[in-house]
């Protein structure tokens, strides 16, 4: 198995939420980020923390070194296991690991509603309603005790309109206040309104308080997915994100605002030949109970107990060199999902065993309800492109 691992001991994103929720009055799990002592927080008015999606550290590094972005790069640091936007961005929004928080991947199994859903749209995989309109409270479901609940000072959700008030992102940001957007100027407007605030009827502008703003972007993954982080739809998105963060730094000057930027998760760019296609392997599919669960690069399996050895034996000599099949327990115990107590239902959704496709490869599996959808890039494994992402400081 690849030696790239994720770090929740001061060098991780977990440890980044640590840094911030003690720089906002609040009492961290984890240790902070070494990169980010607690103390380098506690004097800003405003913390702003920009989560690019599919911000790889070394994509930024090859492609964005004389960007303001890579150039305020003060270190990389690793996403959790699997790095993924599913477990990663829980992560964000509790400073949970995967192995507190239970989140595992876009695909989960969700014993106590008995089918795999769609943990982010929150619909089952074969199709439905999301938790909402199906009765069920998506809070209660998940359990998580949100960022802004733990912080002692005003917290801020600037999200895609999309998403900012679906059931899984209102179930994760408790205690916040949304604010919407749908544009990449639109979302920094909405950051601004926050830590400048305008004059009322002829009066001062408010004196500011300390406040905590989250912001997601998610466009540069979506380029990454269809067209690859190679292409040129990817460099030019850079160059907008970057002009338009410069644009707000500007704007936001003696606001004495700390701005962040890091991400999910990186990406790397496969081929029409990297597919591991389920459909191919018929005697693999039928060792097992549900279908692939997790990512296409950590997959997850739950094998019929009469077919266990059948199983092992068809990983690891038809797909030899392939994928590394390691039991699910084995990566819970080494601490791959993160360290400490363990979410009442973590074992359920990790499987029995995590198939890690090696090099570029995935592996995949269509329900008759999903149509042919290749994607270029892809995420989720233990690779240095997928893992590492790019933690910038700047200052206004």
Not at 133 to 144: C, E, P, Y
Request: hydrophobic share 40%; net charge negative; charged share 20%.
């Amino acid at each position: 198995m690849t030696s790239a691992k994720p770090d929740y001991q001061g060098g991780g994103i977990v440890n980044l939420m640590s840094s911030i929720i003690g720089g906002r009055g609040g009492q961290p799990d984890s240790p902070p980020l070494d990169l980010l002592p607690i103390h380098d927080l506690a004097h800003a008015t405003n913390i702003v923390l920009l989560v690019i999606d599919g911000l790889g550290a070394d994509w930024l590094a090859r492609r964005g070194s004389d960007t303001l972005l890579g150039q305020s790069v003060r270190g990389a640091i690793t996403s959790v296991f699997p790095s993924t936007t599913a477990a990663a961005i829980p992560t964000y929004l509790t400073g949970d690991a995967p192995l507190q928080h239970g989140l595992t991947g876009w695909f989960t199994y969700l014993r106590e509603l008995g089918c795999v859903m769609t943990v982010l749209p929150g619909v089952p995989r074969y199709g439905g309603v999301p938790y909402r309109r199906a009765g069920i409270d998506a809070r209660a479901l998940f359990g998580n005790t949100s960022v802004f609940e733990r912080i002692r000072t005003r917290g801020i959700a600037v999200s895609p309109a999309f998403i900012a008030h679906s059931d899984f992102n209102l179930a994760h940001t408790g205690g916040a206040e949304i604010l919407t957007f749908e544009t990449l100027e639109q979302m920094f407007r909405q950051c601004l309104r926050v830590i400048r605030p305008a004059p009322r009827w002829g009066r001062a502008r408010p004196s500011p308080a300390p406040s905590f703003l989250y912001l997601y972007w998610p466009k540069l993954d979506s380029i990454g997915h269809a067209m690859g982080m190679e292409s040129d739809a990817a460099q030019a998105h850079l160059i907008e994100l970057d002009q338009a963060l410069g644009d707000f730094l500007v704007a936001a000057k003696g606001t004495d605002t700390l701005m962040l930027v890091c991400a999910d998760h990186g990406q790397l760019d496969t081929q029409a030949s990297d597919v591991i296609d389920l459909a191919e392997h018929p005697d693999l599919a039928e060792c097992l109970l549900l279908p692939l669960c997790g990512e296409p690069r950590a997959a997850y399996c739950y094998v019929r107990p009469d077919a266990v050895r059948r199983f092992e034996s068809y990983c690891r000599e038809e797909l030899a060199g392939l994928i590394d099949l390691i039991p699910s327990r084995q990566l819970v115990e080494e601490g791959y999902f993160g360290q400490g107590r363990m979410h009442s239902r973590f074992m359920d959704r990790v499987g029995d065993y995590c198939l890690l496709p090696t090099g570029n490869h995935i592996i995949q599996e269509r329900l008759p309800n999903e149509q042919p959808h290749r994607q270029v890039g892809v995420h989720g494994g233990l690779s240095e492109a997928e893992l590492m992402v790019p933690l910038c400081v700047l200052e206004t």
